[in-house]
C-alpha cells in the first residue's frame, strides 16, 4: 500500500500568450506619439525576440511595453533575456531579446542538491530540461514545492503532473 507521489518542476510559458503580448506592443508602439517616427519593429522568432529601432531612448520604452503587455498575459519577466543593443544598418539600433524555456543542467544540478539537503526522504531527478521529485507524503512533496517557490532561480517555475 506504500504508494509514491510525485511531480515535475518545469520552466516553460505559452507560446499564444507571448505572440498576442508581442502583437499588443507592437500596435502600442505604432501608436504612441513619441515612437510613431521610430519605424520600431517587434520579430519573434522560435526561440528569440528582435527589436528594431532608431536611438536608446525608444528602445527603452518598447523594452518597457513589452514588458507590460507580458506581465498582463501572465508571463514571468525571467523569460526574458536581453542581450546588448548593437548597431543595424542606417543609424538603427537593434536587440535580440532570447527567451528562455527549460531547466539548463547545471540548475537542475543546483535544485535537486536543495531539495536533498533540506528532505531526506525525498527523490529528486533530472529529465532532460525538467526536474521529477517524488516521495512517499504528500506533505512533503507540498514542503518541497514552497520551497522551490521560494528560492530565486533565474527562470520561472511551474509545477506539474501531481500525482
Not at 45 to 70: E, F, V, Y
Amino acid at each position: 500500500m506504500a504508494s509514491s507521489y510525485s511531480f515535475d518542476v518545469v520552466s516553460d510559458f505559452d507560446r499564444q500568450d507571448l505572440v498576442n503580448a508581442v502583437d499588443r506592443a507592437m500596435r502600442e508602439v505604432k501608436t504612441r506619439y513619441d515612437l510613431k517616427s521610430s519605424k520600431s519593429t517587434l520579430d519573434l522568432d522560435d526561440a528569440s525576440l528582435t527589436i528594431n529601432t532608431d536611438s536608446d531612448l525608444s528602445l527603452k520604452a518598447i523594452q518597457d511595453i513589452l514588458r507590460i503587455q507580458a506581465s498582463k498575459s501572465n508571463l514571468s519577466q525571467k523569460i526574458f533575456e536581453f542581450g546588448t543593443p548593437e548597431s543595424a544598418s542606417g543609424n538603427r539600433i537593434r536587440q535580440v531579446v532570447t527567451l528562455k524555456k527549460g531547466i539548463e543542467k547545471e540548475l537542475a544540478k543546483k535544485m535537486v542538491k536543495q531539495i536533498r539537503d533540506a528532505f531526506k526522504k525525498v527523490q529528486a531527478s533530472i529529465q532532460g530540461d525538467s526536474l521529477r521529485v517524488s516521495a512517499k507524503d504528500k506533505d512533503v512533496l507540498q514542503a518541497a514545492i514552497q520551497l522551490l517557490k521560494e528560492s530565486d532561480y533565474p527562470v520561472p517555475l511551474q509545477f506539474t503532473n501531481y500525482r
